[in-house]
């Protein structure tokens, strides 16, 4: 799994953005049963002043001392939701995308053990759960956001999986992994027919 995702992410060339943002970095963490792959997602706190009750990947602000992006994407990861940086094989980088808050983000793809152990920190988080890569493939999603960047119009799905509805700037992380990793051909630069 891990060469295959390598595989399709070294012909992928994610966008870089050129903005002096300050940065953070996530990690899209994918579960390595072959079969049935899922996706780690996190619920942020109610109590956060940004983003409070939110679905994001687990993932924040790169700190001063922090060798690279990636380095951020697992040690935020590791703070949020337990998991430990050597469980985690990094397949390679997605496209940029910038918060509504003006960070700009770099989301990291990695395979994780199935069964690897994970514990939400409420300090940040209220709940961490698993959503099937199928699930996302068939496209059944909830409603379609219009959201506005650099003068574009992006039309952003929004899912709903167990109570909980993944839109905004996941959605948008969620998509470009789909297709890149997955071929899902899911076009957010066109409204849906």
């Known amino acids: 799994m891990l060469n295959h995702f390598k595989r399709r992410l070294d012909r992928y060339v994610p966008k870089l953005l050129t903005l002096d ?33 939110q679905v994001a990947f687990p993932g924040g602000k790169r700190d001063l001392t922090d060798s690279s992006l990636e380095y951020t994407a697992l040690r935020e990861t590791h703070e949020e939701i337990g998991l430990l940086p050597s469980y985690v094989q990094v397949a390679g980088p997605l496209s940029q ?36 890569v199928s699930f996302f493939m068939e496209d059944r999603r ?11 119009t992006l039309y952003v799905p929004c899912y709903e999986w167990e109570g909980y509805h993944i839109w905004g700037l996941s959605a948008v992380i969620l998509v470009d992994f789909l297709n890149a990793v997955y071929d899902a051909g899911i076009d957010i630069l066109e409204p849906q027919k």
């Open 97 to 132: 995308v910038v918060s509504r808050h003006r960070i700009l983000v770099t989301p990291f793809v990695g395979i994780v053990p199935e069964h690897a152990p994970l514990e939400p920190n409420f300090g940040e988080i209220d709940s961490i759960f698993r959503t099937p």
């Open 21 to 53: 943002y300050p940065e953070a970095g996530v990690l899209v963490p994918v579960t390595d049963n072959a079969s049935n792959p899922e996706l780690i997602l996190t619920q942020r706190a109610a109590h956060l002043k940004t983003h409070r009750g």
């Open 142 to 152: 909830f409603r379609t956001d219009e959201i506005s960047f650099q003068g574009e």
